[in-house]
């Protein structure tokens, strides 16, 4: 069993509707642990990655939810 307590990563408090974030499968109060294995250990790491992302196609988030962790493929290259 995996406590709170022990996870380093940030918190998602809200999706903007119809987000790749949404789209993918994210849900509020998820806590993003890494992004294509680079970890997470607050939201500036997740924006800074989103912002500076370059590439096309999907980028594979891991999460903490529920006592579980779980892998999520997010598609980014229809960010603007």
Do not use: C, M, W
């Given at each position: 069993?995996?406590?709170?307590?022990?996870?380093?990563?940030?918190?998602?408090?809200?999706?903007?509707?119809?987000?790749?974030?949404?789209?993918g499968?994210?849900?509020?109060?998820?806590?993003?642990?890494?992004?294509?294995?680079?970890?997470?250990?607050?939201?500036?790491?997740?924006?800074?990655?989103?912002?500076?992302?370059?590439?096309?196609?999907?980028?594979?988030?891991?999460?903490?939810?529920?006592?579980?962790?779980?892998?999520?493929?997010?598609?980014?290259?229809?960010?603007?």
């Amino acid at each position: 069993k995996i406590n709170y307590l022990d996870i380093s990563g940030a918190i998602i408090l809200k999706l903007i509707d119809s987000s790749p974030a949404q789209i993918g499968g994210l849900l509020v109060g998820d806590i993003i642990l890494k992004i294509d294995d680079k970890e997470v250990n607050n939201f500036h790491d997740v924006t800074t990655y989103i912002s500076n992302y370059t590439g096309k196609g999907n980028v594979l988030i891991k999460v903490f939810r529920n006592n579980n962790i779980y892998d999520y493929s997010i598609k980014l290259d229809e960010i603007s």
